[in-house]
């Protein structure tokens, strides 16, 4: 699954909080333009997995290159100006700053002039048009799929190559899950942005990734293209409800 072309390839990735080992040896890849999903229980390894590859938590042992070069030693920041962005789980917007204070932030890890950002803040408002309307308010004002959108464009105003969501869907109610994942699927076709999705909403996630890895106690179980695995009796039966 790892071949030259990779953007992101781990292997044997160990992490760990004192002695609970989160992560047990994983190794898995994502190529450019290709959207993985990471599904799994609560409390299997998926946040721990997107922290670990964006620098948020030292991994114990393994590997994660990125475009080929090691950085599992790297500070956060160069990481994100690499273009590995984390969308983080439960969202973590600025409830203070308004919605365009927030998006803003988002491209403090890049040298930008304004011309540069309010391009960006553009084709943001063109994928989430309900954040344009709410540009001046204030984060904590803003409907959770709201803070959902922001949490994306900020994360977007980096400028990546990947993007890694970590339970987009958690907390929303069913009809603006659509929506989220459809903006989601169209941000990858429109643009070839490479998307790490985690998951606990495994029906959803399997409909729009190319490629899922099933994570249990921190390791991964089952892996293949999501269309095997949607019809996976294991899968059915574990993740999807029968
Ligand atoms: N900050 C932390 N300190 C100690 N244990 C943690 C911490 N974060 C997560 N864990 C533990 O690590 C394991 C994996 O958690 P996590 O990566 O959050 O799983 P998931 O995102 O799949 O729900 C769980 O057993 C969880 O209790
Ligand atoms: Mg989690």
Known sequence: ?????????????????????????????????????????????KTTTLAAISGLVRPRSGRIAWMGEEISTLPVETIVRRGLAHCPEGRRIFPGLTVRENLISGASARRHDKAEVAQD???????????????????????????????????????????????????????????????????????????LLVEQNSAMALEISSRALVLEAGRITLSGSAATLAGDPRIVEAYLGG
């Open 1 to 45: 699954m790892a071949d030259a072309e990779s953007l992101l390839v781990v292997e044997n990735l160990v992490a760990s909080y004192g002695r609970i080992e989160a992560v047990r040896g994983i190794s898995f890849a994502v190529n450019p333009g290709e959207i993985v999903a990471v599904i799994g229980a609560n409390g299997a390894g």
């Open 121 to 195: 803040l553009d084709r943001i408002f063109d994928l989430f048009p309900r954040l344009k309307e709410r540009i001046g308010q204030r984060g904590w004002s803003l409907s959770g799929g709201e803070q959902q959108m922001l949490a994306i464009g900020r994360a977007l105003m980096s400028r990546p190559k990947l993007l890694m969501l970590d339970e987009p869907s958690l907390g929303l109610a069913p009809i603006i899950i659509e929506q989220m994942f459809d903006r989601i699927l169209e941000l990858n076709r429109s643009t070839g942005l490479a998307i």
